[in-house]
Nanobody, 122 residues
Framework: QVQLVESGGGLVQAGDSLRLSCAAS????????MAWFRQPPGKERDFGAA????????YYSDSVKGRFTISRDNIKNTVHLQMNSLKPEDTAVYYC???????????????WGQGTQVTVSS
């Protein structure tokens, strides 16, 4: 069982940066692929970024590539999402997820956090 708790969301202006964190419980954190998803108001939840269990491989959606960076610390059981050059369309609830398998576009995530709100004003 893995519990995920996101933090770091808030209200920022377009062009600002924000760093989200996800703290995970459990001793097996280093075996999980970790990912960030987001759900804009009135829309479905979409993939944002993922990182392999070792941290050596990262994956990004086209909408965040070049602006967002995912990283992890397997000693502190945390995963981060550094978001730069934020746009109003980045406004969403951001969710942390863990999967006990390598990432692919069809990856099913085993655990989800409760989400943290990010609002970007124009």
């Amino acid at each position: 069982q893995v519990q995920l708790v996101e933090s770091g969301g808030g209200l920022v202006q377009a062009g600002d940066s924000l760093r989200l964190s996800c703290a995970a419980s459990g001793r097996t954190f280093g075996t999980y692929t970790m990912a960030w998803f987001r759900q804009p108001p009135g829309k479905e939840r979409d993939f944002g970024a993922a990182i392999s269990s070792s941290g050596r491989k990262t994956y990004y959606s086209d909408s965040v590539k070049g602006r967002f960076t995912i990283s992890r610390d397997n000693i502190k059981n945390t995963v981060h999402l550094q978001m730069n050059s934020l746009k109003p369309e980045d406004t969403a609830v951001y969710y942390c997820a863990a999967a006990g398998r390598p990432w692919s576009p069809q990856t099913t995530n085993d655990y989800w956090g409760q989400g943290t709100q990010v609002t970007v004003s124009s």
